[in-house]
T-cell receptor
Framework: DQQVKQNSPSLSVQEGRISILNCDYTNSMFDYFLWYKKYPAEGPTFLIS?????DKNEDGRFTVFLNKSAKHLSLHIVPSQPGDSAVYFC?????????????FGTGTRLTVIP | EAQVTQNPRYLITVTGKKLTVTCSQNMNHEYMSWYRQDPGLGLRQIYY???????DKGDVPEGYKVSRKEKRNFPLILESPSPNQTSLYFC?????????????FGPGTRLTVL
């Protein structure tokens, strides 16, 4: 049963506009969330994270928002650039277990059109 | 350069022929894990290791074995591969101190079992 879901398999955005990638989760015990970016023929690379005690974390063009009551997080990329074209995975962790098992979503392929 | 390496990057084999995919990290991380990525399913954890000689099952461990005899290496073993193990495999590592949940991924190994 998928505990982390990304319902949009793909997204196309014009260069310079905002990209919004969404992620939903079912387990309310998740307390740490991450976004990874993946280019073809490479492993996922860490992009940005947020603890469940926050509702927003910003790093340059990337901002992650967390809505715990809705069990929803989103990644905003502003402005979008062609180099942002990649597959984006959201992931969640239960830090209380002491393990580092990342529960991944199925990914959203972002295409930024020049 | 801090990195996670995997070998081989590509492998085509036949059903039942034992194989090993190696994984090595140079960051002195305690925690290492293996994931498989399949279309529509995202990344799912196969096995993980909290430290040397400490391993445990992830979400999809059937048909796989691992060992952790030294901190830097975490090989994935398929004793008798089957076609349903055709997948893209990623090794990852992270520190376990504090809230260091950012996992560093290897470049991936694409396995085809005929």
């Amino acid at each position: 049963d998928q505990q982390v879901k990304q319902n949009s398999p793909s997204l196309s955005v014009q260069e310079g506009r905002i990209s919004i990638l969404n992620c939903d989760y079912t387990n309310s015990m998740f307390d740490y969330f991450l976004w990874y970016k993946k280019y073809p023929a490479e492993g996922p690379t860490f992009l940005i994270s947020i603890s469940s005690i926050k509702d927003k974390n910003e790093d340059g063009r990337f901002t992650v928002f967390l809505n715990k009551s809705a069990k929803h997080l989103s990644l905003h990329i502003v402005p979008s650039q062609p180099g942002d074209s990649a597959v984006y995975f959201c992931a969640a962790i239960l830090t209380l277990t002491g393990a580092n098992n990342l529960f991944f979503g199925t990914g959203t392929r972002l295409t930024v059109i020049p | 350069e801090a990195q996670v390496t995997q070998n081989p990057r590509y492998l085509i084999t036949v059903t039942g022929k034992k194989l090993t995919v190696t994984c090595s990290q140079n960051m002195n991380h305690e925690y290492m894990s293996w994931y498989r990525q399949d279309p529509g399913l995202g990344l799912r954890q196969i096995y993980y290791s909290m430290n040397v000689e400490v391993t445990d099952k992830g979400d999809v461990p059937e048909g796989y074995k691992v060992s952790r005899k030294e901190k830097r290496n975490f090989p994935l073993i398929l004793e008798s591969p089957s076609p349903n193990q055709t997948s893209l495999y990623f090794c990852a590592s992270t520190r376990t101190s504090g809230r260091a949940h950012t996992q560093y991924f290897g470049p991936g190994t694409r396995l085809t079992v005929l």
